[in-house]
């Protein structure tokens, strides 16, 4: 029985087979003898595939990574994988120190020049758009947009219109060292404690990397219509922890590379900073490496700045230019581009399933997350120069905190006209 149960098995797959080919019952009848024809041609040789027809052009890009930074190498990696994938796309790329980075595309566009594009976090977006410095993207990005999260576009909306093309989350975190400090401080209190009892920190000078402790410490730098507030409470008393932490015996620094090396040659055990700089510190640290929030304040969590890099693309390109940098901006930033940036530079990136390998990466979009989203308005924009001088004068004990805090409210207040 089973030996004719698989006879008839196989019979019905042969004539599947044969009912596949083509095959058929009876004979066909042979085909008319064909008449006579010209010789045939020559065969012609087999001509190679031609590849699918892509973006072709030249584009000139500005980026302020540090030169040898992981970041830098990410790029470079990326370029060269966006070479293999599109040949006809020539990148030229001109690396500008970050401190010089804004002035100089402002410059050079208001009159005319610039690149094509560059990659910069959105620290002034607003401001540049409103003075017409970069080009709405919103007709350029029509069916483009579902490899990002709708709202990773927001830190780049003006007045309802989209400026760039979103890439790496970027917000600061609490590195340390854990050969030296096993368990990070969760709170403010901790924080100090570690420093009074002997820990090395070291904290860069600015009003950028330390605008966590503002909420820590229950501040609210601008009320709904963009006044400046924080006279109110809050700024005054995180100004003086900071001094506090001086005192203690933490290192304030104005130079951020100086900053970097000593935590990076281990004479710092702790320093806030952001996922730009992770790539470098895991070369010099490896598994000693370790990510944190910033300390939780008295009145909650640290709401580090969060903000996004972006490319944005120059207003004064023709539409083709405009268009191609639009699509350079979205293969560096999009899945495979991001991917590498993750792997590379360890960057926290918007793009959608990109797989953050590293503990440490999923730790700075946390940081992210639970940040302040830097806001575009034009009253914000005149928050840096104030706050800045705020923090440099009671550092150096020029000011007290409550005065300093006064002056920089007011003067950002009457920069606004508020």
Request: with cysteine.
């Amino acid at each position: 029985m089973k030996t004719r149960f698989s006879l008839v098995v196989l019979l019905t797959v042969l004539a599947m087979i044969m009912a596949a080919c083509g095959g058929a019952a009876t004979p066909a009848p042979a085909p008319a003898p064909a008449e006579p024809t010209a010789a045939p041609a020559p065969a012609q040789p087999a001509q190679p595939a031609q590849p699918a027809a892509g973006p072709t052009g030249t584009i000139t890009l500005w980026h302020a990574y540090g030169t040898g930074s992981a970041e830098e190498t990410a790029l470079t990696q990326v370029l060269e994988q966006l070479k293999a994938d599109q040949p006809g796309l020539t990148v030229n790329v001109l690396q500008i120190p970050f401190d010089q980075v804004f002035n100089k595309w402002e410059t050079e566009v208001a009159a005319g020049g610039g690149p094509d594009m560059f990659t910069v976090p959105n620290d002034n977006t607003g401001n540049q758009a409103r003075a017409g410095l970069l080009a709405p993207l919103d007709d350029l990005l029509k069916g483009k947009t579902d490899i990002f999260p709708l709202a990773s576009f927001d830190g780049a909306k003006v007045d309802g219109k989209i400026y760039g093309v979103p890439g790496i989350i970027k917000a600061v975190a609490l590195y340390y060292n854990t050969s030296t400090v096993p368990t990070p401080p969760a709170t403010t209190d901790e924080l100090l404690q570690m420093v009074k009892d002997g820990k090395k920190l070291v904290i860069n000078q600015n009003a950028y990397h330390n605008f966590g402790f503002w909420g820590a410490f229950g501040g609210k730098l601008m009320d709904d219509t963009g006044k400046c507030v924080a006279d109110q409470g809050g700024f005054a008393e995180a100004l003086q922890y900071l001094l506090d932490l001086k005192a203690a015996g933490a290192e304030f620094q104005t130079d951020g590379g100086k900053a970097d090396t000593l935590f990076r040659q281990g004479q710092a055990d702790m320093i806030i900073n952001g996922p730009w700089v992770l790539g470098d510190y895991k070369k010099d640290l490896g598994d000693k490496l370790g990510v944190a929030p910033m300390p939780a304040g008295p009145a909650g969590p640290a709401t580090p700045l969060a903000g996004v890099d972006y490319w944005h693309v120059n207003p004064n390109a023709t539409p083709e230019q405009q268009a191609l940098a639009v699509e350079v901006a979205l293969y560096i930033f999009g899945p495979k581009g991001a991917q590498i940036y993750a792997d590379v530079a360890g960057s926290p990136m918007v793009a959608k399933g990109v797989a953050a390998k590293d503990p440490l990466v999923k730790a700075f979009a946390d940081a992210a997350a639970a940040g302040f989203p830097r806001p575009q308005s034009a009253e914000f924009g005149n928050y840096w120069g104030p706050f800045g001088d705020a923090v440099t004068k009671v550092m150096e004990g020029q000011l007290t905190p409550a005065d300093a805090v006064a002056e920089a409210c007011a003067a950002m207040n009457k920069a606004n006209g508020k």
